[in-house]
């Protein structure tokens, strides 16, 4: 069993930055891949970014590519996602989740065992 939970969301202007932290606990460190998807309302919940369990491979969703960075720090059991020239349309409810069926990263949501309650990111123009 792993938990994850969010922080570091909230209200930013357009343009503006947020960093979002996923604390897992519950498993021995750093032994999963992660990723972070967001669900806007009315819409489906779509891949942002995943990081394999050793931090060395990434992807990112072309709609956040070169604004959004995922990171890990598996001394801290961390995941994080840095985000950068916010636009409105990023605001969502953001999760992390961890995969326990895959070795690197994945993009396909079905393949995640375990999943946050979410953060409110809000990108005000």
């Known amino acids: 069993q792993v938990q994850l939970v969010e922080s570091g969301g909230g209200l930013v202007q357009a343009g503006g930055s947020l960093r979002l932290s996923c604390a897992a606990s519950?498993?021995?460190?750093?032994?999963?891949?992660m990723g972070w998807f967001r669900q806007a309302p009315g819409k489906e919940r779509e891949f942002v970014a995943a990081?394999?369990?050793?931090?060395?491979?990434?992807s990112h969703a072309d709609s956040v590519k070169g604004r959004f960075t995922i990171s890990r720090d598996n001394a801290k059991n961390t995941v994080y996602l840095q985000m950068n020239s916010l636009k409105p349309e990023d605001t969502a409810v953001y999760s992390c989740?961890?995969?326990?069926?895959?070795?690197?990263?994945?993009?396909?949501?079905?393949?995640?065992?375990?999943w946050g309650q979410g953060t409110q990111v809000t990108v005000s123009s």
């Open positions: 990081i394999s369990w050793s931090g060395g491979s990434t």
């Open positions: 519950g498993r021995p460190s750093g032994r999963f891949p």
């Open positions: 989740a961890a995969s326990m069926r895959v070795q690197d990263w994945t993009d396909d949501l079905r393949l995640y065992d375990y």
